[in-house]
């Protein structure tokens, strides 16, 4: 589970690569720790199809059926009725901007970062998914089978990383074409991992 990443872009970066809409969005600084319950930017895509960047928080309120209040940032089981209707609509589906993503390695009490990145676009995104709440627009975003540079560190899950000619099928196609994307992000194209120095346990603990 990938609960911290990295956007450290500017807006204008951003806006050049997500095709975001001259005007849209206000300034927004560098973010070097992205976790749970942070507000961060997507992209999302208006009906006229135009793309506008916003900064909300990361995590979405669980279903009622589950005890935990504890949001959900991670997204794995597609078909789930709960989060199907959000896939299935286009207009509930974003662009989740990052530079780097990490997962923790090592034993409790000792764990330490490892950060992962792709070797020819310094700006990239996950494949996210965006809900209003009765305390603002709650983002969270997909994760699949990890790649093999990923699973040697976390073998569970990776973030859905969309190759830039995606994006625009990410954000306007329908239910069974956008979770076709879902999918392990070629090895060949991530950077070498870069290990943090050892961390006196985690907050996600």
């Known amino acids: 589970m990938c609960n911290l990443y990295r956007m450290t872009a500017s807006v204008d970066e951003i806006a050049r690569m997500f ?5 849209a969005g206000a300034n927004i600084p560098p973010l070097d720790a992205i976790y749970p319950k942070t507000d961060a930017p997507i992209v999302r895509q208006n009906a006229d199809g135009k793309r506008t960047l916003a900064r909300i928080t990361w ?27 959000m896939l299935a609509d286009p207009a509930r589906r974003c662009l989740v901007p ?28 996950f494949a996210g998914i965006w809900r209003p709440t009765g305390e603002g627009d709650r983002f969270a975003f997909l994760t699949c089978a990890p790649n093999d540079t990923v699973g040697a560190v976390h073998p569970n899950a990776m973030p859905v990383i969309l ?11 329908d239910y069974d074409e ?25 907050l996600l603990e």
């Open 59 to 85: 995590g979405i309120p669980p279903p009622a059926s589950i005890a935990s209040t504890r949001p959900i940032t991670n997204v794995r089981n597609l078909s789930s009725n709960f989060w199907k209707p």
């Open 98 to 125: 990052l530079t780097s993503f990490c997962e923790w390695t090592g034993k409790p009490g000792s764990k330490r970062k490892v950060w992962f990145a792709l070797k020819d676009r310094p700006l990239f995104a």
């Open 19 to 23: 095709d975001v809409a001259e005007g």
């Open 178 to 202: 956008a979770c076709a994307l879902a999918q392990p992000y070629p090895d060949h194209s991530m950077a070498a991992p870069q290990d943090d120095d050892a961390a006196q346990g985690s």
């Open 163 to 173: 190759n830039a000619e995606d994006h625009g099928r990410w954000l306007s196609a």
